[in-house]
């Protein structure tokens, strides 16, 4: 959802954050490298290096890989063309490092120009802390921390639309998320990551406010309606996303990053785009084919626990009369009425959705009605500046409602191999809710 009042504001603004949101440039000089998959380097390539701020890295981000056990994506950028783009990697605190090349895309969406990096880890020993850096040629960044998933229980962060028009709002509300849970090992942000997809100021802003954290620990990524935005707010494919963000593989090759699974622990996620109306025009048969994608991921995960991320919800709000008077039934949206049965057949545990700026509990559903054996879905609110307050009425399935009106907020859950508890906290760590399923 928009408000008319940021198309001023993108065409006032833009340019004069492009040059200061590009992030912070990290890099030391080091010795040549070579630049093969795997290549072992000994500790006398890295010898006494030296801090420069002269060379061009900016949004260095860990991305989610279908089994982070053993894998992971490292991504950065660059303005210029960098030759010889690589990772480095290493056992924490080890000598010997492995080498990886990068690719050097150069991508250009809206008349913003970068070259977009990235480099797949693979071969990785469960549960083990490593380190990462990045760079070129002779050039190299201070290494990074990268801990490879194992066992069952784990934390993740989970962050609503972030979609803002002064991206302070998402750092301050995702930062101190970080900053209280540490133990965090991914965190996922539920579609509308910026309010306009084509606008690369806005996608350079979103990753400068969490840079600490996606540096640290990989993201999951969703696209959302505001991913399909141009510069004139018509819609676009969602081309600066699915560049931006290399996913897990296990889509469908005419619809690249834009749907994906992956698993952690005793859970497999499956992540859908529910952009079928503004991508009609584009991808006339994204229903039909994500729908016959993901009966088959779920028929062929074996994982005990299966959560469902999409960014729009499945239930109708009625308005609020005092907040927009316009006469809307609640009931079940379009995306509701085509997958909520299909979670029901496939005993699907949990679903998280976005788009409605509001946190909502609905508890256990199944069959379209309040059933104790039925699938946990949450409405996860909002995590950036672009708020609804008071605009929905409580539907009759709501179990929880915030305080009204609503601000910012972000998620926990926390999971083991008995259950899966999520909990929602305001960005001074007030919580709100809490949600639990048990096996």
């Known amino acids: 959802m928009k408000q008319l009042t940021r198309r001023d504001f993108l065409k006032a603004t833009g340019a004069a954050v492009v040059a200061a949101a590009f992030g912070v440039y990290e890099f030391i000089p080091g010795t040549k490298s070579v630049a093969k998959q795997a290549v072992k380097a000994t500790k006398a390539t890295a010898a006494h290096y030296k801090l420069t701020n002269d060379v061009d890295a900016a949004n260095i981000r860990q991305v989610i890989t279908a089994d982070s056990r053993t894998s992971r994506t490292i991504m950065w950028q660059s303005s210029y063309d960098e030759a010889e783009a690589v990772v480095e990697y290493r056992l924490k605190d080890a000598e010997d490092t492995l080498t990886v090349s990068a690719t050097d895309t150069q991508f250009s969406d809206g008349g913003g120009q970068t070259y977009i990096h990235s480099a797949a880890i693979s071969g990785l020993t469960p549960g083990t802390d490593y380190e990462y850096r990045v760079g070129y040629a002779d050039k190299r960044s201070s290494w990074l921390p990268l801990k490879t998933a194992d066992g ?22 995702a930062m101190p998320a970080w900053e209280r849970n540490q133990d965090a ?166 679903v998280l959705s976005g788009h409605l700026h509001t946190y909502r509990n609905r508890g256990r559903i199944r069959n379209f009605k309040r059933d104790e054996t039925g699938t946990l879905y949450l409405l996860t609110g909002v995590a950036g500046d672009v708020r609804y307050p008071s605009l929905w009425k409580r539907h009759s399935l709501d179990i929880y409602v915030p305080p009204q009106p609503e601000t910012d907020n972000y998620m926990t859950m926390e999971a083991t191999a008995n259950s899966v508890r999520f909990r929602c906290f305001l960005p001074d760590g007030t919580l709100l809710d809490t949600a639990e399923i048990r096996k």
């Not at 784990?154 to 301050?172: C, T």
């Not at 622990?265 to 529910?274: A, C, E, P, Q």
Request: hydrophobic letters at 40%; aromatic letters at 16%.
């Open 152 to 173: 069952t229980d784990f934390k993740a962060l989970i962050f609503p639309d972030s979609q803002s028009a002064d991206y302070s709002v998402w750092r301050n509300t």
């Open 185 to 350: 090992r991914f965190f996922i942000n539920i579609g509308d990551l910026v309010d306009n997809g084509q606008a690369d100021y806005q996608w350079n802003a979103w990753f400068d406010a969490c840079e600490d954290m996606i540096r640290r620990i990989p993201v999951v990524p969703l696209d959302g309606n505001h991913e399909m935005y141009d510069l004139d707010w018509q819609m676009h494919m969602p081309l600066s996303y699915t560049h931006l963000f290399e996913l897990p593989k296990n889509g469908l090759p005419d619809y690249p990053n834009q749907f994906y699974s992956f698993d952690w622990g005793d859970i497999h996620f499956t992540v859908l785009d529910t952009q079928f109306t503004e991508l009609k025009d584009f991808e006339p048969n994204l229903l039909e084919d994500e729908v016959a994608w993901f009966k088959e991921d779920m028929e062929k995960t074996k994982a005990p626990w299966k959560i469902v991320l999409m960014h729009k919800d499945v239930l109708q709000y009625s308005f609020n009369p005092e907040t927009r008077p316009t006469a809307r039934e609640e009931g079940f949206s379009d995306e509701g009425k085509i997958f909520m049965p299909l979670f029901d057949r496939y005993s699907v545990d949990v």
